[in-house]
């Protein structure tokens, strides 16, 4: 065997034993900010930041994400509606029960029981990349309670794990959850992710990761990654969204392809689309005016 094949092989057993260690969590509310709120939905805490007066905008992330990912569009938003920043069940500061329904329709229900909960009236969704199929489940189980859509990155045809994900079994699927959760392997997602890599910084990687010490993190990515994904997201969910809806897409997207654009164009009726320049899958953190400008001209319009 080769020697960079031998060190190849002794780095991903190493890896695969710190992945099986138990490591000592870290409190949610210790790493709750000024802004962080807190709500229960369903009997689960659901952790979320509120900014700005107006029209309720709730923006929901992606998969592994957070209410970080917000953090650049959030105060161009403000100005004119209030804006909701949810962390998913399993995610960020919200509960990450072994036992949760992590489908994208159990997550959708539960942003409409956010939505309830905080008495909001008809706000809009807006998801990124697996956040898009939380917020297009929420809008078909409630479509009274929901004014309208923004769908940016929409995974709905690509840019999520294969089926075969679903058959791993325990520990094999507890460990690729905290292989995940690894600054090293987390930072090779997010590359595929940025068309500006100099925006992939340690400060970044530290703040992506903050979540994944959180008591239960890979245990309910484990259990989200077996019983979920690649289960959902096909184009009847598409089809049959009839709330206005504006679509945005990163040119230079790695994960979910511009090419997917037209065809979800023409398949959620009356929708419209806004391509962003200089920007690859996280869209909103490289180009936050220009998103932000697309959504404010679109709820304009609207």
């Known amino acids: 065997m080769a020697k960079a094949q031998i060190t190849s092989t002794r780095d991903a057993a190493r890896a695969f ?5 138990t490591h000592k969590s870290v409190p949610v509310r210790q ?11 369903d009997g689960r805490s659901l952790h979320y930041t509120q900014r700005g007066c107006g029209a309720p905008i709730i ?4 998969f592994a994400g957070s209410t970080y990912t917000w953090r650049e569009l959030i105060p161009l938003l403000a100005p004119t509606h209030t804006v909701y920043a949810v962390d998913l069940l399993g995610f960020g ?21 956010f939505v309830e909960a905080l008495g909001l009236q008809q706000p809009v969704l807006a998801g990124h990349s697996m956040g898009v199929l ?8 409630s479509p009274a309670r929901i ?39 987390r930072r090779k997602s997010l590359q595929r992710c940025y068309y500006d ?10 703040h992506y990761l903050k979540p994944a010490g959180t008591s239960g993190a890979a245990a309910a990515l484990a259990r989200m990654i077996r019983t979920s994904v690649g289960s959902e997201g096909d184009g009847e969910v598409c089809v049959r969204l009839r709330l206005p809806t504006l679509l945005v897409w990163g040119r230079y997207d790695g994960i979910v392809p511009l090419a997917d654009a037209e065809r979800v164009r023409q398949e959620i009726e009356g929708s419209q689309l806004a391509v962003i320049d200089d920007a690859g899958h996280m869209v909103q953190e490289e180009k ?13 319009r609207g």
């Open 17 to 21: 034993v710190r992945a099986l260690m």
């Open 31 to 41: 790493l709750a900010g000024d802004d962080s709120r807190f709500v229960s939905v």
């Open 59 to 62: 923006l929901i992330h992606g």
């Open 93 to 113: 500061l919200s509960d990450k029960p072994a036992d949760g329904d992590y489908s994208m329709a159990g997550q959708g229900r539960l942003i409409i029981g």
């Open 134 to 141: 939380v917020a297009a489940f929420a809008a078909l189980s």
């Open 147 to 185: 004014g309208s859509l923004v769908l940016i990155g929409p995974s709905f045809y690509h840019g999520r794990p294969p089926p075969s994900a679903t058959r791993l079994f325990f520990p094999f699927a507890l460990v690729v959850a905290k292989l995940f959760y690894m600054k090293g392997m």
């Open 197 to 206: 890599q100099s925006l992939i910084t340690d400060e970044l990687l530290d």
């Open 288 to 300: 936050p005016q220009e998103v932000a400008a697309a959504i404010l001209n679109f709820l304009r």
